[in-house]
RNA sequence: GCGCCUGUAGCUCAGGUGGAUAGAGCAACGGACUUCUAAUCCGUAGGUCGGGGGUUCGAAUCCCUCCAGGCGUGCCA
């Protein structure tokens, strides 16, 4: 990478102004090198004068003179060095050096954006996990884009990732699961029943107590409810679980593993993190309750695990879980949740730190809500009486490509505005197919340059100082960003980065394609540019890849 | 009341953890296809970065304060 380089130079220099006394560089020195906005800046700028001036009580200009005499440049790399406004230091990096670009691109192909930055590291992504009591919503589909996207880029990036999704199967909820499902199904016998609003409402409801009278008759019809729950609610949640995993799979989500709540009770677990928190000190007895005391690690109020009446919580599952994910190893733990838990976050971070492990070995991500809108109009959803838009409707209406894309054009932490009707135009307007056009477009010039039999496709023959426009110089460096793009998305947490360049990307083609051929007499001149788009190809695809967009050849 | 988040162009949002003159897309207006896909391109216009103070060579970015909005604040999940 042309940075890396740079800066290797940079603190060489640095280095030998140091040992040659020329002035002080205190320790723990960080250098910084950006890319300027403005043009006339430089490809590469570096306020490292700035930053030294005051250290050395003298100003920042002659600091960077001084710098300047310094700094050698055996191989050529930059075409001028300048100083600049208060004391910048300009560089221009020479062309030669900026068409070396292109051959890593067509070197590493589809690993053009990978990096080791994560080597060693352990990280698990849990997200969507929506309990197992309705059909997934909107809202969880941007879950499911972010978190797979998220665990996409951290693989990239060298990260050994596992994707998790943890099933609330335990609990009052699934109770009244059971419940809402029996009730239908008594009403469906005949029986004048009324149903509770404390029940879920929606009509799935009444499919699995049709799928219940199908499959036993009237056999529970005068059950009691101890009777009856048990079998109701493991149906009804198994079938609504086998629908997420379908949708989820339909959406191009996947999953390493499906995690059990009730497990965690099974076999222990909760009872025993329980215990070890009692015995360090971080659980206590209050009013007949076991409080945690979060309160010591940051929270504002201390919490109750086990209520008065002997049931827990669901922190102390969640405790319980917590710990499991780190014996099994985990450097990194990263859970995706709704907005709507942001009152529980300082809770779980003190969790983590009471069984031992640092703040920093949790990452808690909060995905806000998704607006639905149809032309510009709020769509209205109701979770109580049970209407909701669900992901398979919108997977249906709008498709996978453009939904995922859509989920991840914002930071997840604000709230989305999602138009159906945007979602599906098929223009400028919609992210989507701006981004995919390109790759089609360039896909469709791959495709006649080999109709034609022109050969365009022998880098040996590639003369790249063809490449003199000012826009292809600018691709060139654009292509350049683009592992520094994938690196700080992982180091951030943030995949709207990617959407966000690849759109820059995008235009920054289209526009070039629009004034200049590709495939022209001049071959020469001809082999140059389609090793370019190319290398734009190449990029496009893989950045759609990491948020599980297709890249089709065609549109 | 307390806590967290947000406030950038008419709208939706970027802004690479402090850099130089503030960035896109949409909407508005005006243009461009006999040549590799018009799902495209080109141009015009649009701003006291919520207000005020501070930190410093330098602030949309960090700190304080005020204003506005959202969410949270259960022995619920």
Same mark, same amino acid.
């Not at 300027?36 to 200009?61: M, V």
């Not at 884009?145 to 998790?164: F, M």
């Not at 199908?214 to 149906?235: C, M, Q, R, T």
């Not at 995706?336 to 492990?357: F, I, S, T």
């Given at each position: 990478?042309?940075? &890396?380089?740079?800066?290797?130079?940079?603190?060489?220099?640095?280095?030998?102004?140091?040992?040659?006394?020329?002035?002080?560089?205190?320790?723990?020195?960080?250098?910084?090198?950006?890319? =300027?906005?403005?043009?006339?800046?430089?490809?590469?700028?570096?306020?490292?004068?700035?930053?030294?001036?005051?250290?050395?009580?003298?100003?920042?200009?002659?600091?960077?003179?001084?710098?300047?005499?310094?700094?050698?440049?055996?191989?050529?790399?930059?075409?001028?060095?300048?100083?600049?406004?208060?004391?910048?230091?300009?560089?221009?990096?020479? =062309?030669?050096?900026?068409?070396?670009?292109?051959?890593?691109?067509?070197?590493?192909?589809?690993?053009?954006?990978?990096?080791?930055?994560?080597?060693?590291?352990?990280?698990?992504?849990?997200? +969507?996990?929506?309990?197992?009591?309705?059909?997934?919503?909107?809202?969880?589909?941007?879950?499911?884009?972010?978190?797979?996207?998220? /665990?996409?880029?951290?693989?990239?990036?060298?990260?050994?990732?596992?994707?998790?999704?943890?099933?609330?199967?335990?609990?009052?909820?699934?109770?009244?699961?059971?419940?809402?499902?029996?009730?239908?199904?008594?009403?469906?016998?005949?029986?004048?029943?009324?149903?509770?609003?404390?029940?879920?409402?929606?009509?799935?409801?009444?499919?699995?107590?049709?799928?219940?009278?199908?499959?036993?008759?009237?056999?529970?019809?005068?059950? !009691?409810?101890?009777?009856?729950?048990?079998?109701?609610?493991?149906?009804?949640?198994?079938?609504?679980?086998?629908?997420?995993?379908?949708?989820?799979?339909?959406?191009?989500?996947?999953?390493?593993?499906?995690?059990?709540?009730? !497990?965690?009770?099974?076999?222990?677990?909760?009872?025993?993190?329980?215990?070890?928190?009692? @015995?360090?000190?971080? $659980?206590?007895?209050?009013?007949?309750?076991?409080?945690?005391?979060?309160?010591?690690?940051?929270?504002?109020?201390?919490?109750?695990?086990?209520?008065?009446?002997?049931?827990?919580?669901?922190?102390?599952?969640?405790?319980?879980?917590?710990? &499991?994910?780190?014996?099994?190893?985990?450097?990194?733990?990263?859970?995706?949740?709704?907005?709507?838990?942001?009152?529980?976050?300082?809770?779980?971070?003190?969790?983590?730190?009471?069984?031992?492990?640092?703040?920093?070995?949790?990452?808690?991500?909060?995905?806000?809500?998704?607006?639905?809108?149809?032309?510009?109009?709020?769509?209205?959803?109701?979770?109580? @009486?049970?209407?909701?838009?669900?992901?398979?409707? +919108?997977?249906?209406?709008?498709?996978?490509?453009? @939904?995922?894309?859509?989920?991840?054009?914002?930071?997840?932490?604000? =709230?989305?505005?999602?138009?159906?009707?945007?979602?599906?135009?098929?223009?400028?307007?919609?992210?989507?197919?701006?981004?995919?056009?390109?790759?089609?477009?360039?896909?469709?010039?791959?495709?006649?340059?080999?109709?034609?039999?022109?050969?365009?496709?022998?880098?040996?023959?590639?003369?790249?100082?063809?490449?003199?426009?000012?826009?292809?110089?600018?691709?060139?460096?654009?292509? !350049?960003?683009?592992?520094?793009?994938?690196?700080?998305? /992982?180091?951030?947490?943030?995949?709207?980065? $990617?959407?966000?360049?690849?759109?820059?990307?995008?235009?920054?083609?289209?526009?070039?394609?629009?004034?200049?051929?590709? $495939?022209?007499? &001049?071959?020469?001149?001809?082999?140059?540019?389609?090793?370019?788009?190319?290398?734009?190809? $190449?990029?496009?695809?893989?950045?759609?890849?990491?948020?599980?967009? !297709? @890249?089709?050849?065609?549109?």
């Amino acid at each position: 990478m042309i940075k &890396d380089k740079i800066l290797e130079k940079l603190n060489r220099t640095l280095e030998q102004c140091a040992d040659k006394d020329i002035f002080q560089v205190p320790s723990g020195f960080e250098l910084q090198l950006e890319v =300027p906005r403005a043009e006339e800046h430089g490809d590469f700028a570096t306020n490292l004068a700035l930053n030294l001036a005051k250290p050395n009580r003298c100003s920042p200009r002659d600091i960077a003179t001084s710098f300047v005499e310094q700094l050698a440049d055996g191989d050529g790399l930059f075409l001028e060095v300048e100083i600049a406004g208060p004391g910048f230091i300009n560089l221009v990096i020479s =062309p030669s050096a900026w068409y070396k670009v292109l051959d890593e691109i067509a070197r590493l192909q589809q690993n053009y954006g990978r990096s080791e930055l994560g080597r060693g590291k352990y990280v698990q992504v849990e997200y +969507v996990s929506a309990n197992p009591t309705g059909p997934l919503h909107v809202g969880h589909g941007r879950g499911a884009a972010v978190g797979d996207a998220l /665990a996409t880029i951290l693989q990239a990036t060298g990260h050994k990732v596992e994707r998790e999704y943890y099933i609330n199967d335990a609990g009052t909820q699934i109770d009244t699961l059971g419940r809402s499902v029996f009730l239908r199904y008594q009403q469906l016998l005949g029986r004048q029943i009324e149903f509770p609003e404390t029940c879920y409402q929606g009509d799935y409801i009444q499919v699995l107590a049709k799928e219940m009278k199908e499959i036993h008759g009237d056999s529970y019809l005068d059950s !009691s409810e101890e009777e009856a729950l048990p079998v109701f609610s493991e149906h009804a949640a198994r079938r609504i679980l086998e629908g997420i995993r379908k949708d989820l799979e339909d959406f191009g989500v996947h999953y390493d593993r499906w995690f059990s709540e009730n !497990s965690l009770y099974e076999n222990g677990t909760v009872d025993r993190v329980i215990e070890t928190l009692k @015995a360090s000190g971080h $659980i206590y007895e209050k009013d007949g309750a076991l409080w945690f005391r979060s309160t010591a690690l940051g929270d504002e109020k201390d919490r109750v695990v086990v209520r008065g009446n002997g049931m827990t919580t669901y922190l102390a599952s969640d405790l319980a879980y917590h710990q &499991d994910k780190y014996l099994r190893g985990f450097d990194l733990v990263i859970d995706l949740w709704g907005a709507d838990h942001h009152g529980y976050v300082e809770r779980m971070y003190a969790g983590v730190v009471a069984l031992g492990k640092k703040r920093e070995n949790l990452k808690l991500l909060l995905v806000q809500l998704v607006n639905l809108l149809r032309k510009g109009k709020q769509v209205t959803m109701s979770t109580r @009486a049970g209407e909701f838009v669900t992901l398979e409707d +919108v997977i249906d209406e709008v498709g996978r490509d453009a @939904a995922r894309f859509i989920f991840l054009t914002r930071r997840s932490d604000s =709230p989305l505005d999602f138009d159906l009707e945007l979602a599906k135009e098929k223009s400028a307007d919609n992210p989507v197919y701006y981004v995919q056009y390109a790759h089609a477009r360039i896909s469709s010039i791959i495709r006649l340059a080999d109709e034609r039999q022109l050969n365009l496709d022998s880098p040996e023959k590639v003369d790249l100082t063809r490449l003199s426009l000012p826009e292809e110089m600018a691709l060139i460096k654009q292509l !350049s960003l683009y592992p520094e793009v994938v690196e700080n998305s /992982a180091r951030f947490l943030e995949p709207h980065r $990617i959407p966000y360049y690849l759109t820059q990307l995008a235009s920054a083609f289209h526009s070039y394609y629009k004034h200049n051929r590709i $495939i022209q007499d &001049d071959l020469s001149l001809a082999r140059a540019r389609y090793y370019l788009v190319k290398a734009i190809r $190449i990029v496009v695809g893989n950045g759609l890849g990491l948020l599980g967009v !297709s @890249a089709p050849e065609q549109m």
